[in-house]
């Protein structure tokens, strides 16, 4: 028996409620993209595979271990991809699907077609070991279009990155799209002042960051596959703690000696949290 809010819960309704489960996808392509697609807008899909613009479907070759960083927007990604791509495991780790990211690769390299192009990434970015890319919805229907999933799907281990503070997030991600600046390796970008504090922008970010996390969870939850939660706090506190626990997490060696120092520096500023405090005062149900 399963106890449950306090109460016994009998396998019974359990089983019930496991009928009206989407089914996993199994090694079917189609399948997986259907259970995709069902999370996100309904044109996702197909405008995705309009701007690949493959003939027909590849078939990637990847390392045995393959790890996949899912976040919502300014839940510090590069740092923790940067902090992995110290090891002897990971070159880069980024959007290495992204189809915008693909057509530069293609360009500067010279490389045949989108398909190329995509194993030259996983070739480039990972190792003979082990392969990582980090983003969301978009990134895991690339890679399915691409020939990566559901094939090696036995064999990807997936991250979820969070941030404790989901506020302090949600005005970072509202900086970011009204300066125009993700990293501080961008240049500067519009100048904010107070005046420029919109609360609706702010709660209007902070309910996607949370659908996404929602959206993850049910989407690992229908394909069976474990995940492990990460929080952005943890990470800037004990750097190399999280690159050991993520290499042993994945059948990776800890590495001895971990280096911490990236080309990042935070963004977040006196304006950004004199904003984090204004949004907590005028809504204090968000936490």
């Not at 057509?103 to 989108?114: M, N, S, V």
């Not at 941030?163 to 993700?182: P, W, Y």
């Not at 059948?251 to 911490?260: H, R, S």
């Amino acid at each position: 028996m399963e106890r449950a809010c306090g109460y016994e819960r009998p396998h019974v309704m359990k089983n019930l409620l496991a009928r009206f489960r989407k089914p996993r996808p199994g090694r079917d392509p189609q399948a997986l993209l259907d259970l995709l697609g069902s999370h996100v807008a309904k044109r996702r899909v197909p405008n995705i595979a309009g701007e690949l613009a493959l003939p027909g479907r590849p078939r990637l070759a990847a390392p045995p271990v393959i790890l996949v960083i899912l976040f919502a927007s300014r839940a510090g990604s590069s740092y923790a991809g940067r902090l992995l791509a110290n090891t002897p495991y990971f070159n880069e780790v980024t959007e290495s699907f992204r189809p915008g990211h693909l057509d530069i690769y293609r360009e500067r390299h010279g490389l045949a077609d989108t398909a190329a192009t995509a194993q030259w990434a996983i070739d480039h970015h990972g190792t003979p070991q082990a392969f990582a890319l980090k983003g969301g919805f978009s990134q895991l229907i690339a890679g399915t279009l691409l020939g990566l999933w559901p094939e090696a799907l036995e064999r990807t281990h997936f991250l979820l990155l969070d941030r404790r503070d989901r506020i302090a997030q949600a005005v970072s991600l509202f900086k970011a799209q009204e300066s125009g600046r993700f990293h501080s390796v961008q240049p500067e970008g519009a100048r904010m002042i107070e005046a420029d504090y919109d609360a609706d922008k702010i709660a209007f970010h902070l309910e996607h960051i949370a659908r996404n996390h929602r959206r993850f969870a049910a989407l690992l939850d229908e394909l069976g596959r474990p995940r492990r939660t990460v929080i952005y706090e943890d990470i800037c506190a004990d750097p190399a703690g999280f690159v050991r626990e993520t290499c042993d997490w994945i059948g990776l060696a800890p590495p001895e000696t971990v280096a911490t120092e990236t080309d990042l520096a935070p963004l977040r500023d006196e304006l950004s949290e004199a904003w984090i405090a204004r949004f907590r005062r005028e809504h204090p149900e968000a936490g």
